[in-house]
């Protein structure tokens, strides 16, 4: 199996024309940026690349467009998760070869099955390849349904070769150190990543990688803060970490168009969200723009492509 | 309101005698312990000490306890909660006359009280006495009612006697959010981390933990908190790793495990109340070969 360690991880939205088809042409232009600015890997159709409003075939598209275009220079991690399970396997089959890196999946979308059955669902996505494979903990955007447990990843690690890691989203200390700790016994080489940017505790207690889709809107401040965490001076992130915090707050106020927005605030406009997602209205584009304002710091974060 | 909290504090658990009863004399060898082993701080009763399950004359009598066993060499602070308020400012007012150093308040039980409820109770509270409080947030086991960081900021400006806050939630974005708030407007604000969560927090601002396993292994606690607060990640890691797995240990039905922990430390504290189950011969003899496997038995202090 593959030793892929991901690092850097930047995600990218997707982004959309005005009759909300994907603009390709834009989508070149902010893969090269992620490219340039600091992204280690890619990690495409997240749920901040608005996936599940992608219908397979657009997702196959995506995965297929973005893999050209990075042509070998970064490792790219394809998001596979669906509510059936052979869908999802099917997508896993298709990045593989296409030519991912390694895949990732969450938990089912709407059914709330049984633990085993969740497990079952994970389990046949994972083992669907030979390449990495990482589970994404993201309890808060899954309705704060299918909470993953330590004993569920052990079973995972026995059932999956390709088992990589977890990404966690939940931000929850007693869980990533459960895992981690757990695993590490089992296979030191087992990896946690932090799903979004809160890297000095996710880091702390083992974090080797971060998945990040604030790296579209300010890759400097992101870099910075990822690579203190890699030399483990956590108090030294400290104030990187809380300026990324309120960069962070500004866009989740801003509701789903908010990491939009700040793209656009930032002159690399990659239009709204598809419905069912909000767009963000021009008052609230207004709102995001002043709070962005107020973070000094992006103004030492490129404009522009 | 000079108080300053740091370290590795503890919060006894309550000894019982077989009839369940309060057993004060060990509770003394107990306080008397845990200060002599490095507590920077005591309080009592936290959840860990039963507090829910002791009357109102009970509390009284085991803080009164805790302040002479402590006789000034660290700080006192008195956890007040109740399911009634107005036992709460009960005890809130024994505390302060009994020379109590500060007391300790979690938001209010089983209502899902609103927020401006939950500000008003601890403005309420606060300006009740003339001591220092601390608040202490649980969201997790107070089903989502909590202390975010709009209400702490209210509190802080409503209240200059609010000095430190047990914060229990584990939560990357809630304790940031708290610490940054809260740290702006008194920066000498403490936040403590509920139980020893001291690797992910003392990088954002945590000052120290109220400990869960300080009554089993006290030099093991110290020794995370002095690797956290000095910059040594790996070896913080691995002795959070350890910790975590003693929590693991002994939160199930806390803090029963742990008393029965204490039994094999040789430091037997009796039953725990009901509805808490009280650790059998056998769940004793498993916690033993946990304490065994991570080296404990070994390396921190057996009897009292």
């Known amino acids: 199996m593959s030793t892929l360690t991901p690092g850097l991880v930047h995600t990218t939205v997707t982004p959309f024309s005005a009759d909300l088809k ?18 280690e890997a890619l990690a ?108 569920m990843v052990m079973k995972l690690m026995d059932r999956l070769p390709n088992f990589a890691g977890v990404i966690d989203t939940s ?109 963000l209205s021009p008052e609230g584009y207004a709102t995001l723009k002043a709070a962005l304002d107020k973070l000094t710091w992006l103004t030492n974060e490129p404009r522009g492509w | 309101m000079a108080l300053t909290l740091r370290g590795v504090m503890q919060s006894p658990v309550t000894p019982l005698k077989d009839d369940f009863s309060l057993d004060i004399p060990t509770y ?109 947030n649980s969201p997790s086991y107070l089903e989502g009612v909590e202390i975010d960081a709009e209400l702490i900021e209210r509190l802080l400006i409503a209240l200059p006697n609010l000095i430190a806050m047990k914060e229990a939630s584990f939560n990357s974005e809630k304790f940031m959010e708290i610490s940054r708030v809260a740290l702006k407007i008194r920066p000498s604000f403490s936040i403590v981390a509920g139980v020893e969560f001291l690797a992910p927090s003392v990088p954002l601002g945590c000052v120290g933990s109220y400990s869960s396993a300080g009554a089993i292994c006290p030099n093991l606690c110290t020794k995370l908190f002095d690797a956290c607060i000095n910059g040594r990640s790996a070896e913080a890691r691995e002795l959070q790793f350890k910790l975590a797995r003693l929590w693991d240990l002994f939160r199930d039905q806390y803090p029963s495990s742990l008393k029965g922990g204490m039994v094999v430390m040789g430091r037997p504290v009796g039953p725990t109340r009901p509805p808490l189950p009280t650790a059998t011969k056998e769940r004793q003899a498993y916690i033993a070969t946990q304490l065994e496997e991570l080296g404990i038995l070994s390396t921190e202090p057996h009897g009292w």
């Not at chain 1, 994907?22 to 992204?39: P, V």
């Not at chain 2, 009164?64 to 109740?82: D, L």
């Open chain 1, 171 to 279: 931000l929850d200390w007693q869980f990533m150190i459960n895992i981690v700790s757990n695993a590490w016994r089992r296979n030191p080489k087992f990896q946690l990543a932090a799903g979004n940017e809160y890297m000095v505790s996710a880091g702390a207690v083992g974090a080797t990688s971060m998945i990040t889709s604030l790296s579209g809107v300010a890759p400097r401040h992101i870099h910075k803060l990822y690579d203190i965490c890699r030399t483990e001076k956590y108090f030294d992130a400290r104030s990187t970490q809380e300026d990324i915090v309120l960069l962070r707050r500004a866009v989740v106020q801003a509701g789903h168009g908010g990491l939009k927005g700040a793209l656009r605030a930032m002159g690399r406009d990659c239009g709204q969200p598809r419905p069912p997602l909000d767009s």
């Open chain 1, 22 to 39: 994907i603009d390709f042409a834009t989508f070149e232009k902010l893969i090269a940026f992620h490219l340039r600015n600091g992204a």
């Open chain 2, 28 to 136: 003394e060898k107990l306080v008397d312990f845990h200060v002599r082993t490095g507590a920077t701080a005591i309080s009592w009763p936290h959840h860990k000490g039963e507090s829910l399950n002791l009357t109102m004359d009970e509390r009284k009598r085991g803080a009164e306890a805790t302040v002479k066993a402590v006789a000034g060499r660290v700080p006192v602070s008195i956890h007040v909660s109740s399911l009634a308020v107005e036992d709460s400012m009960a005890l809130a007012q024994h505390a302060q006359k009994i020379g109590a150093d500060a007391i300790i308040a979690i938001t209010p039980y089983f209502w899902g009280p609103s927020k401006q409820a939950i500000y008003d109770y601890f403005v309420r509270l606060g300006n009740s006495i003339d001591l220092p409080m601390i608040a202490y």
């Open chain 1, 44 to 151: 495409v159709q997240m749920h901040a690349g608005e996936s599940v409003s992608l219908s397979d075939t657009e997702q196959k598209q995506v995965l297929d467009f973005v893999l050209k275009q990075v042509a070998g220079k970064v490792p790219v991690l394809a998001h596979v998760s669906d509510s059936g399970t052979a869908i999802a396997a099917a997508r896993a089959r298709y990045a593989e070869k296409a030519g991912a890196a390694a895949v990732i999946a969450t938990a089912t979308y709407y059914w709330t099955p049984p633990a085993a059955m969740v497990f079952e669902h994970i389990a046949q996505i994972g083992s669907a390849v030979k390449i990495p494979f990482y589970l994404l903990h993201a309890p808060d955007e899954m309705g704060g349904s299918h909470h993953m447990n330590t004993d």
